[in-house]
C-alpha cells in the first residue's frame, strides 16, 4: 500500500483565507476521486511542526507582506526544502520563498503588479511575471491572486496523475491549462527517498542545470566520497547520475519547446548542450519524437 501525501497550507497573517479554505477543498475532492490518502494540514505557526511534508504552500495574501516581519516563515521553508519538500507560493507568497534563498538563480514569477517592488527587494532573482506557473522539481512559484488554482491543480498532476487533476479542474469548472502532451513521458525525479546527501546534489543540478556540470562536481555537491556517491545516487533514484542529468535537461526542452518559440536550433544551448545534432537525438530517444514534431503535436492540441 502506497503511503499518504502530506501537503501543508501555510496560514501566514494575512494570508487569503478564501485561497486556504479553497485549497483544502480542491484537494479533498481530488483524494476523494483517487482515493488516496491525501493529508492536507493549515498550519499558522512554524517552529513547532516537525514533520516533514511532500509539499507546503504559501497561499497569496490580502494586502503586502514583508518577511522580515515573520523570519520563523523563511527558515521553516529553507528546512522543509532541504528534506525534500516541493515548496510552493502564488503571488506574493514569493516574497517569503525569495527570503529563504531558493529560487537559485532560476526565473520564478508572482503577481505582474508585484514586479517593481520584488525587484527592488530582490534583485539577485530572475522574475517573469508573463508566466502564470513556473515548474521545477523543487519548487513551484505561480502568479496571480487567484493562480493557486492551477498551483493545486499542478501538485494534483505531480501527487495523483493527469487524470485526476483533469476530472478535479472539470468538477469545479475551472481551465486546466497544461494537457496531456506537457506530460509525454513526464520525468518527475523523487525527493522523498531519504537520503539528505543525494537530495543535495540533486538539488545542486537543478539550480545549475544550464552549466558545464560533472559526476564529480554532483558529489562534492552532496559531500560523498565518489564511488559512495554513484552507488548511493542510483539506488535512491533509480538512475546514474548522468542518466539524471539528461532526463532533466530533456524534460527542460519540453516545457521551453511548449511555452516559447525558440528554435530547436539554439534551444538546445538554453538547456546546457552545445551541439544541436546531438541534442536532437537524445530528445527524440527519450522523448519518442523529434523536438519539432514534439511542439507540433502539443500545439495542435492546444488550437483544437
Given amino acids: 500500500m502506497s503511503r499518504s501525501i502530506s501537503i501543508a497550507i501555510l496560514a501566514y ?17 481530488a483524494a476523494q ?13 512554524y517552529g513547532q511542526d516537525a514533520a516533514r511534508h511532500d509539499a507546503v504552500i504559501l497561499p497569496p495574501s490580502a ?47 508572482t503577481h505582474w503588479a508585484l514586479d517593481g517592488r520584488f525587484r527592488t527587494d530582490h534583485p539577485e532573482i530572475v522574475l517573469d511575471t508573463d508566466r502564470l506557473l513556473i515548474e521545477y522539481t523543487d519548487l513551484i512559484t505561480a502568479g496571480g491572486l487567484m493562480a493557486w488554482v492551477d498551483l493545486a491543480l499542478a501538485l494534483i498532476e ?7 487533476a483533469s476530472e ?35 538539488h545542486f543540478l537543478e539550480a545549475r542545470l544550464t552549466g558545464l556540470l560533472t559526476v564529480e562536481d554532483m558529489a562534492s555537491a552532496s559531500g560523498l566520497p ?14 546514474a547520475p548522468k542518466a539524471y542529468l539528461q532526463e532533466l535537461r530533456i524534460e527542460r526542452a519540453r516545457d521551453l519547446l511548449i511555452e516559447t518559440d525558440q528554435p530547436v536550433s539554439s534551444l538546445c544551448f538554453a538547456v546546457g548542450y552545445n551541439d544541436p545534432p546531438s541534442f536532437a537525438r537524445l530528445f527524440t530517444r527519450l522523448s519518442g519524437l523529434a523536438p519539432g514534431a514534439f511542439r507540433e ?5 492546444e488550437a483544437s
Avoid: N, W
Fill in 63 to 109: 494586502g503586502m507582506v514583508r518577511a522580515g516581519d515573520i523570519p520563523a516563515l523563511p527558515a521553516y521553508l529553507k528546512a522543509q526544502h532541504a528534506a525534500g519538500t516541493v515548496v510552493c507560493s502564488a503571488c506574493t507568497g514569493l516574497f517569503f520563498v525569495a527570503a529563504a534563498g531558493l529560487p537559485g538563480g532560476r526565473p520564478v514569477t
Fill in 297 to 301: 503535436r502539443y500545439r495542435r492540441r
Fill in 13 to 29: 497573517p494575512r494570508a487569503l483565507q478564501s485561497a486556504v479554505h479553497g485549497l483544502q477543498d480542491v484537494f479533498a475532492h
Fill in 158 to 164: 505531480r501527487f495523483l496523475g493527469y487524470r485526476i
Fill in 226 to 239: 565518489g564511488r559512495t556517491f554513484l552507488r548511493r545516487f542510483k539506488a535512491a533514484t533509480g538512475l
Fill in 33 to 45: 476521486i483517487s482515493g488516496t490518502a491525501l493529508e492536507v494540514k493549515v498550519l499558522q505557526s
Fill in 168 to 202: 478535479t479542474a472539470r468538477h469545479f469548472i475551472v481551465e486546466f491549462r497544461r494537457h496531456d502532451q506537457r506530460r509525454f513521458r513526464r520525468f518527475q525525479p523523487d525527493l522523498r527517498h531519504g537520503d539528505a546527501a543525494v537530495l543535495k546534489a540533486q
